[in-house]
C-alpha cells in the first residue's frame, strides 16, 4: 500500500467504530503475511513476515512496507515462521514502540528465527563486500536489521496463552486458538465492542492438520463474523498422515540399498523436529535400519531445545510418552546435532548412508545447498522432499525435476533421485480446511477471506468452497481495502 493510499484511507471520512481489513503481504501469493485490521482509525497488524523467494525480488518486497509503523497501535503474531515473524525487528527501527502479542511458544521461537535471520544478513554483507571490493565495485547492499533490532523486537513481545482474552486496544480484544501448525500456532480471534453490540473477526494464519505428530490437532473457533482463512493447498490434496511414516521408511530403505546419502531440505522449526520424532519411532520399531542421521542446523538444534521447554503444546500421546515415561521424543542413539561449520564440511567426506537434514527448507540459502553441490550430480544420492516449494525458488526447481540447476552461480547436472512426501505438510490441504470449517459454528458468517496462496490455487479454493455453500468468499489483493459490516 503506497503512503497516498494509506494517508487516504487513515483520514477519511469514516462512520463511528468503522473496520477496514487490508493486506500489505501474502496477498495472492504465499509468503510475507502482513495484514492489518484498522478499527476506530487505529491499525492492528497481524504477522510481520518475510517474503521469501528469488533473492532480489525477496530483498525488493522485504524493503517496502506500506504503512508508517509508529501508527500501528499493536501487532498480533499467529506463529514463529519466518514467514510470518521475519520483519518484527524492522518495527521498532521504524518507530513501533507498541506491543506484539504470541503465545509464549511463540515467543520463543520468533526469538530464536530474528536473531538467526539478523546473523544471516550480517555475514551475506560481510561476503557481498569482500566480493565487491575484488571486483573493484561499489558495496550499498546493506542486512534489513541488526541482532540488535532483533532484540528490540523481542523486548516488545508479551505473551498470551491460548483461552486467554485480552483487550488489546480501545474496544478491541484478543484471544488465542490452538492452530495445531507449528509449536504454539494460534488463530487470532479479534472482537470489536461497539453500541453495545459485537463483531469478531477470526484469522487463521497458518492452518494445520489432524494427527501430526507432537502437537495437538487444529481447534474451532468461536462463531466469527468474518474469517481471513489461508489457501495454500486450496488446489490439492495430501496424503494420509497415516501414510508418512511408512513412505519415509521406503525412502530410507530402497537408499541404504543404494549406498547413498538423503539429503532432506526441511525448515528448521516444526518440520525437522517432526522428522527427528518419526526417525525415532521408525528406528525403534526396527522398520529402518540404524543409520547415522544428522541434523545439520545450529537453529535446529536450538529449536529443538525449545520444544523440550514447552510441554503445554504437546498433544496427548506426546505428553505421555516426554512426560510420564521420561523418553525424549527429540533424542537417541542414531541422531547427531551439527553446529560447526567445519563438521558440517566434514559431512560430505561420510561414507556409506546416511540421512542429513539442513536448512534452508526452500534450499534458497544455507547449509543443504552446499551439500547439493556435492551430491546432486551423485545417482546414488536422494533428496527427499517434505514440504512447499514457493515459485522460483531452487526447491521448487528440484522437485519439478529440472535437469540442470543453478547453485552459486554454478549450473548441476540434477542426477540424484527426487522423492516427494506430501503427508509431511503442516498446511491443512482444501479438504482437510473445509473439514474444519464444517466442524464449528458458521451460522454468523458474513464471508471469507482468502490469503496465503497462489493466484491460481485460490481461484480453485474459491470454487470449493462455493460448491459448499460457503458465500461472498474474496481473493485478497495486495493494498486493497475492505470494509467490514
Request: proline share 5%.
Amino acid at each position: 500500500m503506497s503512503a497516498a493510499l494509506y494517508k487516504s484511507l487513515k483520514y477519511s471520512t469514516l462512520p463511528f467504530m468503522a473496520i477496514v481489513f487490508y493486506s500489505l503481504g501474502a496477498a495472492q501469493e504465499v509468503t510475507g503475511s502482513k495484514h492489518v485490521l484498522e478499527i476506530d482509525g487505529k491499525s492492528y497488524l497481524i504477522d510481520c513476515g518475510a517474503f521469501q523467494g528469488s533473492r532480489a525480488e525477496a530483498d525488493r518486497k522485504n524493503r517496502e512496507w506500506g504503512i508508517p509503523a509508529e501508527k500501528i497501535e499493536a501487532v498480533i503474531l499467529t506463529h514463529g515462521h519466518f514467514d510470518h515473524c521475519g520483519l518484527l525487528p524492522l518495527l521498532p527501527k521504524k518507530g513501533f514502540r507498541g506491543n506484539i502479542f504470541a503465545t509464549p511458544a511463540s515467543r520463543d521461537i520468533a526469538s530464536l528465527v530474528m536473531m538467526d535471520s539478523a546473523r544471516i544478513q550480517a555475514r551475506d554483507a560481510e561476503y557481498l563486500k569482500k566480493q565487491a571490493e575484488k571486483k573493484g565495485e561499489h558495496f550499498t547492499w546493506t542486512p534489513l536489521y541488526t541482532e540488535q533490532d532483533a532484540i528490540a523486537a523481542t523486548s516488545q513481545m508479551v505473551s498470551v496463552s491460548y483461552h486467554r482474552p485480552l483487550w488489546i486496544g480501545p474496544a478491541v480484544q484478543l484471544e488465542f486458538f490452538d492452530a495445531g501448525h507449528i509449536l504454539g500456532s494460534a488463530m487470532a480471534v479479534v472482537t470489536v465492542a461497539q453500541n453495545g453490540s459485537s463483531l469478531r473477526i477470526g484469522y487463521t494464519g497458518d492452518l494445520g492438520r489432524k494427527g501430526k505428530p507432537i502437537i495437538r490437532d487444529p481447534e474451532p473457533l468461536p462463531p466469527v463474523d468474518y474469517l481471513v482463512l489461508e489457501s495454500t493447498y486450496g488446489d490439492r490434496r495430501h496424503d494420509p498422515t497415516s501414510d508418512a511414516m511408512e513412505r519415509l521408511a521406503d525412502v530410507v530403505r530402497q537408499a541404504v540399498q543404494r549406498g547413498g546419502k538423503i539429503l532432506i531440505p526441511a525448515f528448521a522449526i516444526e518440520r525437522t523436529q517432526e522428522l527427528v520424532y518419526y526417525f525415532h519411532m521408525l528406528v525403534d520399531q526396527g522398520r529402518i535400519p540404524e543409520i547415522p542421521i544428522y541434523v545439520d542446523s545450529p537453529m535446529a538444534t536450538n529449536a529443538t531445545t525449545i520444544f523440550q521447554v514447552h510441554p503445554e503444546c504437546y498433544d496427548e500421546e506426546t505428553h505421555q510418552a516426554f512426560i510420564k515415561h521420561h523418553k525424549n521424543p527429540f533424542g537417541f542413539n542414531a541422531l547427531h546435532f551439527v553446529t560447526s561449520v567445519d563438521e558440517s564440511k566434514a559431512l560430505n567426506d561420510l561414507e556409506g548412508p546416511a540421512i542429513i537434514i539442513a536448512a534452508d527448507g526452500m534450499c534458497e540459502a544455507g547449509r543443504i545447498q552446499h551439500h547439493l553441490i556435492h551430491h546432486i550430480e551423485d545417482p546414488s544420492t536422494t533428496i527427499l522432499i517434505v514440504g512447499y516449494m514457493a515459485e522460483n525458488t531452487l526447491g521448487r526447481r528440484i522437485r519439478e525435476k529440472q535437469p540442470e540447476v543453478k547453485i552459486h552461480g554454478q549450473w548441476f547436472k540434477n542426477r540424484a533421485r527426487v522423492e516427494v512426501i506430501d503427508a509431511f505438510s503442516a498446511h491443512a490441504d482444501y479438504q482437510e480446511t473445509i473439514e474444519w470449517l464444517e466442524s464449528q459454528d458458521t451460522s454468523q458468517l458474513k464471508g471469507i477471506f482468502l490469503v496465503h496462496g497462489e493466484k491460481d490455487v485460490q481461484r480453485v479454493f474459491k470454487e470449493h468452497l462455493e460448491k459448499r455453500g460457503y458465500k461472498n468468499i474474496v481473493i485478497v489483493e495486495y493494498g486493497k481495502t475492505y470494509d467490514l459490516e
